[in-house]
């Protein structure tokens, strides 16, 4: 069974850092790429990033590029959103889901999610 | 960028009802389409990919169709669980690009 656990939310000043994790089981986890949506309060989804089964490329929304870092640790099935220099505007509950290709394509399973609240 | 037009952003229906939602690509993406329901405090679930092929375990009351700038997602015989926010996704380009979601509630 597909199992998608993020963990590292938690409240943060504007300007500070968070980095998030979602650890993975259930299947072989460096041969799927892998990705990070979030919904902000009263808002729709938004993609935030992915990365390649490999960690050799990594995508960004233009909201979030420079100040967000994907990476993944595929000897320890998981995947990292490194946050920096963090805003009101991140503040959402931020979810990871599998892809089910090696690097662009449909998601088919997500985490339950791990709100981030940026406020001063 | 590709941006992606749902409509409508809520609709309210019965349950028994056929209920259709439309979403439109602002440039060709083939059928690079993706379906997903949202329910408060869970977290989403994948219905349909290519544009019409229905994820493993999902209901065959669900059903896409679609190719190109203009995709479709009918529910047939709406149920209480359905009671949901919808959203597609196209995924032929990065960055990846969500509609904005339709609603639907409760009659």
């Known amino acids: 069974e597909v199992q998608l656990l993020e963990s590292g939310g938690g409240l943060e000043q504007p300007g500070g850092s968070l980095r998030l994790s979602c650890a993975a089981s259930g299947f072989t986890f460096s041969k799927y790429g892998m990705t990070w949506v979030r919904q902000a309060p009263g808002k729709g989804l938004e993609w935030v990033s992915a990365?390649?089964?490999?960690?050799?490329?990594?995508y960004y929304a233009d909201s979030v590029k420079g100040r967000f870092t994907i990476s993944r640790d595929n000897s320890k099935n998981t995947l990292y959103l490194q946050m920096n220099s963090l805003r009101v505007e991140d503040t959402a509950v931020y979810y990871c889901?599998?892809?089910?290709?090696?690097?662009?394509?449909?998601?088919?399973?997500w985490g339950q999610g791990t709100l981030v609240t940026v406020s001063s | 960028d590709i941006q992606m037009t749902q409509s409508p952003s809520s609709l309210s229906a019965s349950v028994g009802d056929r209920v259709t939602i439309t979403c439109r690509a602002s440039?060709?993406?083939?059928?690079?389409l993706a379906w997903f329901q949202h329910k408060p405090g869970k977290a989403p679930k994948s219905l349909i990919y290519a544009a019409s092929s229905l994820q493993s375990g999902v209901p065959s009351k669900f059903s896409g169709s679609g190719s190109g700038t203009d995709f479709t997602l009918t529910i047939s015989s709406l149920q209480p669980e359905d009671f949901a926010t919808y959203y597609c996704?196209?995924?032929?380009?990065?960055?990846?690009?969500f509609g904005g979601g339709t609603k639907v509630e409760i009659k």
């Open positions: 990365i390649s089964g490999g960690g050799g490329s990594a």
């Open positions: 996704q196209q995924y032929n380009s990065y960055p990846l690009t």
């Open positions: 889901a599998k892809l089910v290709v090696y690097a662009r394509g449909a998601f088919d399973y």
């Open positions: 440039q060709g993406i083939s059928n690079s």
